[in-house]
């Protein structure tokens, strides 16, 4: 088992693991923020990377409607 393999049902912080939709989502978030923090030359926080590829990753998921918006 490697230092990034989580145990079975939990990671080792005792955390439950991941879904595969929610690891994919994870990781793209991850790759985002990174590539937002290096095109910032690091005048971006981590944490304001994170934040922005949220963002990101919000306004290109496609869009549901509500139910006030159904009406």
Avoid at 30 to 41: F, G, K, P, V
Avoid at 62 to 69: A, D, G, I, N, Y
């Amino acid at each position: 088992m490697t230092a990034y393999e989580p145990t079975v049902g939990r990671n080792r912080q005792g955390r439950p693991v991941l879904t595969p939709e929610q690891q994919d989502l994870a990781d793209e978030l991850q790759m985002r923020a990174l590539a937002i923090r290096a095109a910032s030359r690091g005048s971006v926080s981590i944490r304001e990377a994170v934040d922005l590829a949220a963002i990101e990753l919000r306004l290109e998921l496609p869009q549901t409607p509500t139910e006030s918006e159904e009406d």
